[in-house]
């Protein structure tokens, strides 16, 4: 029964030949090799030699090909032999089908170095980067392959796969993701890097390796949005998730591989790999790596991102302040270099004509949001809390009012800081850049140093006098319009009723101010009079001790100045109704001089 093998074979026909000889017993026992793809290749490799017929598919003619090589199965021992079989329908039928191809370069990890020598990983790889790179839109293949039988425009199917004008179901650059997904780490990079060559664009490859990164990291799919589609996420085809040291060498490889360019993959994704890169312990490069990555496009992330908690035994802080400290780093760097690559101009404190206002004003507002989640952490220590928040450039920062947020929250969650603690933390925000609700929860708090709290006051009370005299402004403009419309232009009803409206608004908004200015200044009489029954307890240098304190100047008669101003505004306001347009401009001069008198009462140090 042994001839069919001896005449197919070579290997087998020496092994029988000098067993034969060397045995004197009638039975004749052998030990081949080890064939490649196990006994049941062997079996398919023994029906083929006793005659049976054998259906070769892309699952086993990669199997077959390498034991019949390995047997040496050629035309010397037979026409039509395995080894011519299996290779024309492997360049026929294999390789001009990217289902096929996909599925014999799936088999070759079990008979690596066998088609390794035989070059059929080389051969498979080549087909399917050639497949990937094509246009899907100009044939049939491969996304009829995947997606089903092409229809015509009335929705019927094609006879015999023939196209008349149909266009395929899926005709996305990113048809092929789901199946390279299935190859191993090692094909799956030699892939890549065919494809690369082959000058597939790199945002591609980047789509292709973070849709590979999330089939076998786990921890990236916890987050994952439950409104998305959630199809692609399926689970790994072994049935459970790779080791934590294939994890580990998979992470360091997406890093490798992934280009260094801004917005190739979104910005979730990378803060996704970097949580999973904290948890694996992977390389410092490969952590530092990740890390200049999401600093390129941290305006493009989102307060939960940057919400990392600290992954180490000692659990210094609830959250990774230090590595958003990087980060941040990292984009100030970048945006420099932007920066003096586009010159732009300052005026008055605003930055115009900068391409990367708008980035770096989202990454202040961003930071400040991070600052108030992490203030209520007790062991966050006061150093990394003001160096990340002074990291922040001045220009970026239109308003002060998260900053201020962020600090009222540190100073409530860390009662026992001191006051020079307390005021060296206050000076990273500007009171200038206070809104007016800001202004009044500040002025109002007593989390904050005296120092702070009068300069809010004195900031406030500044920029109401500023809003009241530009609405003098625009009310002498208004009414003078309405003289020369009056003088030279017949007007309607309508009109004219629509602009007495405007002045009755104008002057509802300026006696708001008035009222609230005359608040101001009576809190600021109350202070003076609380500070002069300090000073008479104390001693007579009292006063001047706390005056230097609080680095300003401050007169005896200021309220009772402030007070006798506000009430000459009230006066000379009706005044203003009754009198002409000239004694409207003189009293408008009389007026601002008031005013510059009564600031002036308050002179910072």
Same mark, same amino acid.
């Given at each position: 029964m042994q001839f069919p093998? &001896?005449?197919?074979?070579?290997? &087998? #026909?020496?092994?029988?030949?000098?067993?034969?000889? +060397?045995? $004197?017993? $009638? $039975?004749?026992?052998?030990?081949?090799?080890?064939?490649?793809?196990?006994?049941?290749? #062997?079996?398919?490799?023994a029906k083929f030699c006793y005659g049976v017929k054998l259906e070769l598919t892309a699952s086993n003619v990669v199997y077959l090909w390498c034991a019949a090589e390995h047997l040496e199965m050629t035309e010397e021992h037979g026409e039509g032999n395995l080894i011519s079989q299996a290779e024309t329908f492997f360049n026929q039928v294999v390789l001009r089908s990217w289902k096929d191809s996909l599925r014999a370069l799936q088999t070759c990890d079990d008979v690596l170095s066998h088609a390794e020598t035989l070059h059929i990983v080389k051969r498979c790889i080549e087909s399917l980067a050639a497949k990937a790179s094509t246009d899907p839109n100009l044939f049939g293949w491969p996304v009829l392959e995947r997606g089903g039988p092409m229809q015509s425009p009335g929705g019927s199917v094609l006879w015999n796969g023939i196209s008349t004008g149909a266009r395929p179901k899926n005709s996305s650059s990113d048809w092929w993701y789901e199946d390279v997904a299935t190859l191993s780490l090692p094909l799956y990079k030699? &892939?890549?890097?065919?494809?690369?060559s082959r000058g597939i664009r790199q945002d591609i490859i980047a789509g292709s390796l973070a849709f590979y990164a999330k089939r076998y990291l786990p921890g990236l799919n916890r987050r994952h949005? +439950?409104?998305?589609?959630?199809t692609h996420l399926t689970s790994v085809t072994l049935g459970s998730p790779p080791s934590e040291d294939d994890q580990k060498v998979l992470v360091e490889e997406i890093d490798r591989l992934l280009p260094m360019e801004k917005g190739l993959v979104q910005t979730k994704f /990378?803060?996704?790999l970097l949580r999973t890169a904290m948890i694996l312990r992977v390389s410092q490069s490969c952590m530092s790596n990740l890390e200049k990555r999401i600093g390129m496009q941290l305006d493009q992330a989102t307060l939960?991102? /940057?919400?990392?908690?600290? #992954? +180490?035994?000692?659990?210094?802080?609830?959250?990774?302040v230090d590595c958003v400290q990087r980060i941040l780093d990292h984009f100030l760097a970048m945006d420099q270099v932007t920066c003096a690559a586009s010159p732009c101009s300052i005026d008055d404190g605003q930055l115009i004509g900068s391409p990367s206002l708008t980035p770096i004003t989202m990454v202040a507002k961003l930071i400040d949001g991070y600052l108030a989640e992490v203030a209520p952490d007790v062991n966050l220590k006061l150093p990394k809390f003001e160096a990340l928040a002074a990291a922040v450039p001045e220009y970026a920062r239109p308003l002060d009012d998260g900053l201020y947020r962020a600090i009222d929250i540190y100073l409530k969650s860390h009662p026992w800081l001191v006051e020079s603690e307390r005021e060296e933390?206050?000076? &990273?925000?500007?009171? %200038?850049? /206070?809104s007016l609700e800001a202004c009044t929860h500040a002025a109002q708090n007593e989390r904050l140093p005296i120092r702070t709290i009068v300069q809010v006051l004195f900031f406030e009370q500044l920029q109401l006098r500023t809003s009241i005299a530009g609405c003098f402004l625009v009310s002498d403009n208004l009414e003078g319009s309405r003289q020369l419309r009056s003088g030279l232009i017949p007007t309607n009803e309508g009109g004219w009723a629509t602009a007495v409206k405007e002045n009755q608004v104008l002057k509802v908004g300026m006696d708001n101010m008035r009222m609230r200015v005359s608040e101001l200044e009576k809190e600021c009489s109350n202070m003076r009079q609380e500070i002069e029954k300090l000073g008479r307890s104390k001693g007579s240098n009292t006063w001047g001790t706390v005056s230097k304190k609080f680095g300003f100047k401050i007169k005896s008669n200021m309220c009772s100045a402030q007070e006798g101003s506000v009430?000459? %505004?009230?006066?000379?306001?009706?005044?203003?109704?009754?009198l002409k347009n000239r004694q409207v401009v003189k009293h408008k001069k009389s007026s601002s001089i008031s005013d510059k008198a009564s600031? +002036?009462?308050?002179?910072p140090f």
């Open positions: 093998l &001896l005449s197919r074979s070579g290997v &087998l #026909f020496r092994l029988i030949t000098e067993a034969s000889e +060397s045995e $004197e017993e $009638e $039975e004749c026992v052998i030990h081949p090799p080890d064939i490649p793809g196990g006994a049941k290749t #062997f079996e398919l490799v030699r &892939l890549v890097a065919v494809m690369e949005v +439950s409104g998305e589609s959630n /990378l803060f996704g939960e991102d /940057l919400l990392m908690p600290t #992954f +180490s035994y000692s659990m210094e802080t609830l959250y990774n933390l206050c000076r &990273l925000m500007d009171c %200038q850049k /206070l009430s000459n %505004q009230n006066n000379e306001n009706s005044k203003v109704e009754k600031v +002036s009462s308050i002179v």
